[in-house]
């Protein structure tokens, strides 16, 4: 249609004009190391695989066995005929591991942030939101047409006021953060926002999406306090595929009652379940695992002058979405992949490299990219 094509058009020559055009780019994980991209061999440094288990063996052999056994799609979703046996067990494993009494699994981190926050909260209710939060918490607390309101980034003298204003003109208040904030690497001052949360009354809900499996001892950011909303993704430590809650058994039970995307969507295919149960098993088994990350990426902030990491997500803002590619172009043509990110992801004028260390980065490669972000990458003020 002439209309719709015109508005695709001039649309993609705004975003051109911006910098901001993207386009998918051909991209082959050899070993969750290296990559290949543009015909070259690349050390990646823009995956979510942190302990590297999404090429696991063991982990790779249970995969396959669950998808010679039972197929590959579940059929349908969990309600009807999809509920295979293995979600149990993995949310058993889930609930165990993180110390929560239930736990409920979905088919992506963004489908269960889109699917608990409605169930939650309505109308009537109000969210309050890092300013910084991943896109997917904004977009539950929008479908849940609540009053939204975002908060400065980790600003607890800012949750306070807002909750003060706000608090006693809404039936429910909810509280979302990221645990590790996605783009930035720093924590979410989670103890401190539990606290504020119960004197108000509200309910406290974590995106630990960057947390589990690599902080805590691998049980997360929020391990070692009462968080009673914990939500997280099978998809990125842990190298399966998938979303989850740790939360009570009433509220668990609600989810498979009312969060609309476990009820209208297909669930996850069985050996994606049979992955995440063997993952989670290996990191219950290997405490030093989960601590690798970290490790690496203050080693790599210790080389290049810049503050130590948090976690292991260490942005180098740049500033100008331009800048961004720029650096990135550079670090490609030694040999690293690190793409750039640039707005809407983040905020305008701070476009950035973000770099994302796992267990099995090598400690040579660290060091020498490292050299290349103290002498080549100029960082904005
Ligand atoms: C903080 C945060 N929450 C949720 C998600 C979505 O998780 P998933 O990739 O499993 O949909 C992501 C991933 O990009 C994330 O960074």
């Not at 494993?93 to 409605?118: D, M, T, W």
């Not at 300013?131 to 600003?155: K, M």
């Not at 979303?243 to 058994?249: E, I």
Request: hydrophobic share 50%; glycine share 8%.
């Amino acid at each position: 249609m002439r209309s719709l094509d015109d508005f695709a058009a001039a649309k993609l020559a705004e975003l051109e004009g911006e910098k901001l055009l993207r386009s998918l780019v051909d991209t082959t994980r050899l070993d969750g190391i290296w990559a290949l991209r543009n015909g070259r061999r690349l050390v990646s440094f823009s995956c979510n695989d942190y302990l590297n288990l999404s090429q696991h063996p063991s982990i790779k052999r249970q995969a396959i066995a669950a998808l010679e056994r039972y197929g590959v799609g579940s059929g349908a979703s969990r309600l009807v005929t999809g509920n295979h046996p293995l979600f149990a067990a993995l949310e058993a494993r889930l609930a165990r591991f993180k110390q929560a009494e239930a736990a409920c699994v979905f088919g992506s981190g963004y489908l269960a942030n889109i699917g608990i926050i409605p169930a939650l909260v309505g109308p009537r209710d109000v969210v309050l939101l890092d300013e910084l939060s991943h896109g997917c918490l904004w977009a539950g607390a929008r479908l849940a047409r609540s009053n939204v309101i975002a908060y400065r980034h980790c600003d607890l003298a800012h949750v306070e006021k807002l909750l003060d204003q706000h608090r006693h003109r809404h039936r429910r208040a909810l509280i979302a953060t990221d645990g590790v904030f996605s783009m930035d690497g720093n924590l979410a001052p989670v103890a401190a926002l539990a606290a504020l949360a119960d004197r108000f009354d509200a309910w406290l809900m974590t995106d630990d999406a960057h947390g589990i499996g690599v902080l805590g001892g691998g049980r997360g950011s929020a391990h070692g306090t009462a968080v009673p909303l914990q939500m997280g993704t099978l998809s990125k430590a842990i190298g399966a595929y998938g979303g989850y809650l740790c939360a009570s058994a009433p509220v668990i039970e609600l989810m498979k009652n009312r969060a609309r995307p476990l009820i209208y969507s297909t669930a996850l295919p069985p050996a994606i379940v049979a992955a995440a149960i063997a993952a989670l098993d290996l990191i219950a088994g290997d405490p030093a695992l989960a601590a690798m990350p970290l490790a690496k990426a203050r080693a790599f902030t210790a080389r290049a002058g810049l503050r130590p990491a948090t976690s292991q997500i260490v942005p180098v803002i740049v500033g100008a979405a331009e800048a961004a590619l720029a650096a990135a172009r550079f670090l490609e043509a030694e040999g690293f992949l690190v793409v750039p990110i640039r707005p809407p992801t983040v905020p305008a004028g701070t476009a950035r490299l973000r770099f994302a260390f796992t267990a099995r980065h090598d400690d040579g490669d660290i060091a020498r990219l490292a050299d290349l972000v103290r002498t080549g990458v100029a960082i904005a003020a």
